[in-house]
């Protein structure tokens, strides 16, 4: 049996790495929109990391088979993600700014917490409800513009919101999900399945998007990395550490991604840091960490 210090230290920095691909994401998927429209970026994206994981996971045999009867619950996963999720997510980042996204998609911790207390029965602590709270008005500070005004592009905040709306959805889904497969042979078979939804869209909205792919560096990597390390790496580590930590513990960690999306846009596309995301990333981060104290994590048996 692993030691439980050892293996919660991993589950943990397993989730906070998914964060940090999914916090660069927003920057990535920036990059790729000054080349493509969203449902064509969603499609390549989906299809080049259920290629990859389809080719790695079968060459080390990791993928399980899938059950007929688990058919339709793997159907009506990938409906909700990737493919609504990612619909409302791309629409969103085109209509804002990746740090405002992020933002809004951070929410998801507080509705997938609520959901999972009703549907899932996972208790919430009086703590954990104090932290939920203090990330929220972390969230909310963020948002607040130079003189205290909301700034926003209302369709790119409707968008984001109907993502974290079927983001909740797909965590009940994906916690039940956790409890019959490996989080390679799921995220494996979503991406697989959220490509097909993609691809009469790709056809009939932006039949004209496909022609215009051309080997371009600019294009192309930050394309490759939303598909190895945001649709890939990270719902794997972010599926593993649902297991093992629940739906709630695991969604709340979702809050760091504003976090890490402001740092790298700073960097790569030179988004302003002002005084209230700073401030809004303090209380962000105290919040999840007063969400984990005293979480017990199940261990694996070797």
Do not use: C
């Amino acid at each position: 049996m692993r030691q439980d210090g050892k293996f919660s230290a991993f589950v943990y920095l397993l989730v906070i790495l998914a964060m940090v691909f999914w916090g660069m994401s927003y920057v990535w998927t920036t990059m790729v929109f000054r080349y493509l429209n969203p449902i064509t970026t969603i499609f390549l994206r989906l299809v080049i990391s259920s290629a990859l994981l389809f080719f790695i996971f079968g060459l080390t045999h990791q993928l399980q088979p899938v059950r007929k009867k688990d058919y339709k619950l793997f159907l009506f996963a990938a409906l909700f993600e990737p493919f609504l999720y990612f619909l409302g997510e791309g629409y969103g980042v085109k209509y804002s700014t990746p740090t405002i996204s992020a933002i809004i998609i951070s929410t998801i911790p507080i509705f997938s917490a609520i959901a999972a207390s009703i549907f899932l029965k996972e208790v919430l602590q009086p703590l954990q409800i104090f932290g939920f709270f203090l990330s929220l008005g972390g969230i909310i500070f963020m948002l607040l513009g130079p003189n205290f005004s909301f700034q926003f592009n209302p369709i790119g905040i409707v968008s984001l919101f109907f993502a974290v709306a079927t983001a909740v959805i797909y965590a009940v889904l994906l916690k039940r999900l956790t409890m019959l497969y490996s989080s390679f042979t799921i995220v494996a078979w979503l991406n697989f399945i959220g490509a097909f939804y993609f691809l009469p869209l790709v056809l009939i909205v932006e039949p004209s998007q496909l022609t215009l792919l051309h080997f371009e560096w600019g294009l192309w990597y930050p394309l490759i990395m939303l598909a190895v390390f945001a649709s890939s790496l990270a719902f794997i580590f972010f599926t593993f550490g649902m297991h093992h930590l629940g739906v709630s513990r695991t969604s709340i960690f979702t809050n760091f991604i504003p976090v890490f999306t402001a740092i790298f846009s700073y960097f790569k596309i030179h988004e302003k840091l002002t005084v209230n995301i700073l401030v809004g990333m303090l209380m962000v981060i105290v919040g999840v960490i007063i969400t984990q104290k005293n979480v017990r994590i199940k261990t694996l048996r070797a």
